[in-house]
């Protein structure tokens, strides 16, 4: 079974600093997806960026990008120019890479991130 | 965003009752799947579908059925309601069979078993 660890429960950064969300996980798959959520006040879960594990090239989203470290099984998020409303519950996710079949997301316990003026 | 609902959006039921939420998608996407959210746990799946009658359990089933006689809609019943079934609840979507490898998530419906 995998496991998702986020060992960081809260963060705080200024605004237009840059912030970086740690995530570690535990796989013996070899293909799988990596994900990170954003869930802000509101509850609505938003998806801000995947990683395909077959591919070294780290994924970017705007301000948004990861450092994905295959052999360390690490997949930090990197959070550039931080906005008011970047503030949120951020969760990290993984997925075997199955495709065609529901492919179940396995959850880390987030970490609550608070931009300040 | 993708075109997912969940009713109803709040509840506060009695030990005891049964009680159904819905989703419902207007993507077409094949499979449909049932969180819940805790706090300290993240999100933990409950049940999931990747066809219309074709359901499976997921890590934390104990207490939950789930139906799908429609592409579009996926319910999820507490048959007899338990205070440990206090939580948020989450319905996701993914088209995997069409490319869509990610799952997009409803609003959520939080309810309150007293």
């Known amino acids: 079974a995998q496991t998702v660890t986020q060992s960081q429960p809260e963060m705080s950064v200024q605004e237009a600093e840059t912030v970086t969300l740690s995530c570690t996980y535990d796989?013996?798959?070899?293909?799988?997806?990596l994900f990170w959520y954003k869930q802000p006040p509101s509850r609505q879960m938003i998806l801000v960026i995947r990683?395909?594990?077959?591919?070294?090239q780290n994924a970017t989203e705007n301000r948004f990008s990861v450092n994905f470290q295959k052999a360390a099984k690490s997949f930090s998020l990197k959070i550039s120019d931080s906005q008011l409303g970047d503030t949120a519950m951020y969760f990290c996710?993984?997925?075997?890479?199955?495709?065609?079949?529901?492919?179940?997301?396995?959850f880390g316990t987030g970490t609550r991130l608070q931009v300040t003026l | 965003d993708a075109g997912i609902t969940q009713s109803p959006r709040h509840k506060v039921t009695e030990t005891g009752t049964p009680v159904t939420l819905r989703c419902h998608q207007t993507?077409?996407?094949?499979?449909m799947y049932w969180y819940r959210q805790d706090p300290g746990h993240g999100l933990r799946l409950i049940h999931y579908?990747?066809?219309?009658?074709?359901?499976d359990k997921g890590e934390v089933s104990d207490g939950y059925s789930v139906s799908r006689s429609k592409t579009e809609d996926f319910l999820l019943t507490l048959e007899s309601a338990t205070s440990s079934q206090t939580s948020v609840y989450f319905c996701?979507?993914?088209?995997?069979?069409?490319?869509?490898?990610?799952?997009?998530f409803g609003p959520g419906t939080r309810l309150t078993v007293t």
């Open positions: 996701a979507i993914s088209g995997a069979d069409q490319g869509v490898i990610e799952q997009y």
């Open positions: 796989t013996s798959e070899n293909n799988y997806y």
């Open positions: 990683q395909e594990a077959y591919k070294q």
């Open positions: 996710a993984f997925m075997n890479r199955a495709t065609g079949t529901a492919s179940k997301l396995t």
């Open positions: 993507e077409n996407h094949r499979y």
């Open positions: 579908s990747y066809g219309v009658k074709d359901t």
